[in-house]
């Protein structure tokens, strides 16, 4: 109701007897569904046809307590005014008599305010009260509260025509006030189910369970008007906060909780109603702030697979309530489908390591066979060619082309060591142990190498086991050329971390190789200390007891 349309029916009233004054009433408290419109229309208009000093409305909250509503005067009394904004909620519990009375939807006029148990003394004293009607605002046998109007001068009595016209005032209010707040519930649920499309809506661009989780918290805090809230994966076992707002409530981690815990989390209330008290009892929320109301909503019809912790003011609306459960089943599904593309980008990162790992594989089989079929007959030529014409020389130049074929015949040596490793590791070669044993059987005649295996084998991947290879074949390699030993020991050994690669000789100790082979030696060492750091292994080298030495190579898991 707008200012002038107030202004004109306060003109229309002053002319009507109050019979007729009842009918407008009716016609002007129903004219908006505004709340506040509608109390300040009534207060205005009470004031005039029942010539009280104030009109007042107490409104009944969810707790049975009287809260200040709405108040006029025919005297503009700023100073009343802000104490009437000021007042505190009046608890029905402290009087009996006044919740009796409103329970009966009939008026009831105080001519002596000091002599009545019906009205606190702490109001008689702040407005200055001396008679007062009292009419109960009732509808289909609810009450919602109450209009007074008071006078500050002490009346003899009341006719019954006044007390009728209240009553018939509170009776129209009553009216007018339930479909004001009819229509500010439906305008509650309607702005709800938009949030929750919002929500869902947000949920379904969610690629991450923590962006499901960031997003289910944000709009379950901003639907149920909270303070604070926690997302929580349960098992039946143990309980994994996956995101959380703080506020007392429990960090994101595993949270192992104990029987009694358990079976406490299986009694707290799954409703609107505060479940605060219930949840204190595990120790994850021993912290949840007093004062709010924390209300547990399940993301399925239990607690297990998960659920959300809220802390509002005060507890919602049932039917809010209702839209919140469905916002929850969307996250749920959200969270499965989260994990779902996880573990589908996993997979398709795998393939696509997988594919680069055989094209890489392809690639050197195809160097292995051109080095063999180009250089390396080349080679075998040239070393033929060199036999032939040191056959037939003589002096130094027969010492000297025998020269030239021990160096070609070196070189064909390690070019065939080289297409071999290349092409060790193609696809459908056997395991790691086959390969080591292929490799020991490569070394010189007179060294005798033993290949074991202990612990469950596992699937290695490809550029892993590719390093541990390299590195066994240079650690034998290295071993057959610099070490004059006869016994090696090939150990490879599985663990749920790690493979580890041990090679143990009794030849010489690693001073005296390095003497013997220069350069060489360390250089080989540093290759195979780089192969293994390039798949984030690591390689160690020591002297054993009473000669040899002993090289260790390990390359984690994933």
């Known amino acids: 109701m707008t200012l002038a349309s107030e202004s004109a029916a306060h003109e229309e009233w002053t002319r009507l007897s109050p019979a007729s004054a009842l009918a407008f009433t009716a016609r002007v408290v129903n004219s908006s569904l505004r709340l506040d419109d509608v109390l300040r229309t009534v207060v205005r208009l009470s004031c005039e046809v029942l010539t009280a000093d104030r009109a007042t409305i107490l409104l009944l909250d969810g707790q049975q307590r009287l809260v200040p509503a709405a108040s006029d005067g025919r005297v503009d009394d700023p100073r009343a005014l802000a104490r009437f904004r000021e007042m505190l909620p009046v608890s029905l519990t402290a009087l009996p008599q006044a919740l009796e009375l409103l329970g009966k939807p009939e008026a009831v006029a105080i001519p002596d305010v000091a002599a009545s148990p019906l009205v606190p003394a702490v109001w008689r004293e702040a407005f200055g009260l001396k008679s007062l009607l009292i009419a109960p605002i009732v509808t289909h046998g609810v009450v919602l509260g109450a209009l007074v109007a008071d006078y500050g001068v002490r009346r003899l009595s009341f006719s019954s025509n006044e007390v009728l016209t209240i009553e018939g005032i509170a009776a129209c209010t009553s009216t007018a006030v339930r479909n004001a707040r009819l229509y500010e519930a439906a305008l509650g649920r309607a702005a709800s189910l938009d949030e929750s499309l919002q929500i869902t809506a947000q949920l379904n661009a969610a690629t991450t ?25 349960y098992d039946g076992t143990s309980l994994t906060t996956l995101a959380s707002r703080a506020g007392g409530h429990p960090a994101p981690g595993v949270h192992r909780l104990t029987a009694r815990e358990r079976t406490a989390l299986a009694r707290v209330s799954t409703g609107p109603a505060d479940s605060a008290t219930q949840l204190r009892r595990i120790g994850p929320f021993r912290e949840l702030p007093d004062g709010s109301a924390t209300v547990l909503l399940p993301l399925s019809d239990s607690i297990a697979p998960g659920f959300l912790v809220v802390t509002c003011p005060q507890e919602p609306a049932a039917d809010l309530w209702q839209v919140a459960k469905s916002v929850a089943g969307q996250i749920l599904l959200a969270l499965d489908r989260a994990r779902l593309s996880e573990e589908t980008e996993q997979r398709l990162a795998e393939l696509a390591s ?29 070393g033929l060619q060199l036999a032939q014409c040191e056959g037939a020389a003589t002096g130094d130049l027969r010492a000297k082309l025998g020269k030239a074929r021990g160096a070609t015949d070196a070189a064909a040596l390690q070019l065939r060591e080289a297409i071999h490793a290349l092409a060790f590791l193609r696809k459908g070669s056997p395991s790691l142990q086959r390969s080591l044993r292929a490799l020991a ?21 490809p550029e892993k086991a590719e390093a541990l290879v390299r590195v066994a074949r240079e650690g034998l390699v290295n071993v057959g050329r610099h070490s004059r030993a006869t016994d090696v020991a090939v150990a490879l050994r599985y663990d749920r971390q790690q493979v580890e690669l041990v090679i143990t000789d009794n030849g010489t100790g690693l001073a005296q190789r390095s003497a013997g082979a220069g350069n060489g030696l360390h250089f080989g060492l540093r290759s195979m200390q780089q192969r293994l750091q390039e798949v984030d292994g690591a390689l160690s080298f020591k002297n054993v007891a009473p000669h040899g030495l002993r090289l260790t190579a390990t390359v984690p898991l994933p």
């Open 441 to 461: 059987r490569e070394m010189p005649k007179g060294v005798t190498v033993l290949v074991n295996c202990t612990g469950k084998a596992v699937a290695v991947p």
């Open 354 to 382: 997988a594919q680069r790992s055989l094209a890489v594989v392809q690639e050197r089989e195809r160097i292995a066979r051109d080095l063999h079929d180009t250089l390396g007959q080349t080679l075998f030529g040239l």
């Open 209 to 233: 369970p923590g962006a499901v989780c960031e997003v289910a918290l944000e709009g379950l805090v901003r639907m149920l008007g909270g303070t604070t809230a926690s997302a929580h994966r």
